[in-house]
C-alpha cells in the first residue's frame, strides 16, 4: 500500500514500483495523496510503472468527508478518481468526518447516498468499490461496513478488514475473532505490524512490516486460512521510515510464511490490548 505516491512531486514512483516488486511483491495499491485537480491526470497512467515492473495495480484508495457536501473539492474529487480509468480492479473508500459537529445523524443513510452515484460509475467502468473501515472514523469496524454492504446489495461493492484499523480499537484477540466473523466474506486483507501509541485501545497505531510491533498477526494468516481465504492480502506501508528496500523484503517474506504456518504461542498475545 503505496502512501506516498502523490506526497512528493519529486518521487520516483517507478523506482519505488521497482522496489516493490524485487521484494517479491505481485502488485502494489496505490494511494494519491493529495489528489489535487493538477494530478488528475496522473490517474489514467497510474499502471503504467507497476506493469514495466510486473505488477498489477490492485487498487486505489481514497476517502470521502461526510462533514463536507457532495460537490465540496475534496469530496468531487473522489468522484473523479471513480470516473477516471485507472485500471484498478477496487476502489477502497473510507469515510471521515473532518468536523466532528456536522457529523450526519443517519449515519448509515449518509454513507449510502454518497456510495449511490458511485456504483454507477463503477458499473460503468466495470471496477468493484471496497468499503475500508479505518478507526476513529465513523465508519469504523468491519461490521459496520458489512451492514452497508448489506443493506445495500450491489454486486460491486464489498468491504475490507484492516488489521491495524481494528487493533487500534480493541485487542489482539478481539481483532482475531472480529476478522473470523468476516473472513469469508472480505474482498481485501490489509495488514501489518502495529503498535498502539497508548497501552491501551482505543489507540492510534504506528506501522511496520508485518514481523514487528505488537500484534501478533500469525493469527491472523491462521483465520484466513481456516477461511480459505483466496483474496488479496495488502501489506499497509503507511509512515515507513528506513530502508525501504529491505522493509519491502522482510514483509513479503514474512507474508509467504505466515500464510503458510500457525502462530506459535506469544506470551503477548492473550494479554495484548
Known amino acids: 500500500m503505496e502512501n506516498a505516491l502523490f506526497a512528493d512531486p519529486a518521487l520516483d514512483w517507478d523506482g519505488r514500483c521497482a522496489s516493490i516488486a524485487a521484494a517479491g511483491f505481485d502488485g502494489v495499491y496505490a494511494v494519491p ?42 469530496n468531487a474529487r473522489v468522484r473523479r478518481l471513480c470516473g477516471i480509468p485507472t485500471g484498478a480492479p477496487r476502489v477502497e473508500l473510507s469515510f471521515k468526518c473532518s468536523d466532528p459537529a456536522a457529523l450526519p445523524p443517519a449515519l448509515d443513510d449518509a454513507i449510502a ?33 458489512a451492514r452497508i454492504v448489506r443493506r445495500l446489495g450491489h454486486p460491486r461493492l464489498g468491504f475490507n478488514f484492516s488489521a491495524a484499523h481494528s487493533y487500534a480499537v480493541c485487542s489482539a484477540m478481539e481483532t482475531a475473532a472480529r476478522l473470523r466473523a468476516c473472513a469469508g466474506q472480505i474482498a481485501s ?11 491501551r485501545p482505543p489507540a492510534k497505531c504506528v506501522y511496520f512490516p508485518p514481523d514487528e510491533g505488537d500484534l501478533d498477526v500469525r493469527l491472523l494468516f491462521a483465520v484466513l486460512r481456516e477461511a480459505d481465504y483466496r483474496g488479496d492480502v495488502i501489506v499497509q506501508g503507511h509512515g515507513w521510515r528506513g530502508d525501504l528496500p529491505a522493509m519491502l523484503r522482510r514483509s513479503a517474506a514474512a507474508c509467504r510464511m505466515f500464510g503458510k504456518t500457525p502462530p506459535c504461542p506469544r506470551r503477548d498475545v492473550a494479554t495484548a490490548g
Open 113 to 145: 447516498a454518497r456510495l449511490e452515484p458511485l456504483l454507477v460509475l463503477a458499473d460503468r467502468h466495470e471496477f468493484d468499490i471496497t468499503l475500508f473501515h479505518h478507526s476513529f472514523y465513523p465508519l469504523e469496524t468491519a461490521a459496520h461496513a
Open 189 to 199: 486483507f490489509n495488514v501489518c505490524g502495529c503498535r498502539r501509541s497508548a497501552p
Open 33 to 74: 495523496y493529495p489528489l489535487t485537480g493538477d494530478e488528475m491526470p496522473r490517474l489514467g497512467v497510474l499502471g503504467e510503472a507497476p506493469a514495466r515492473h510486473g505488477l498489477r495495480l490492485a487498487g486505489v484508495y481514497a476517502n470521502i468527508d461526510l462533514s463536507l457536501p457532495p460537490d465540496a473539492p475534496w
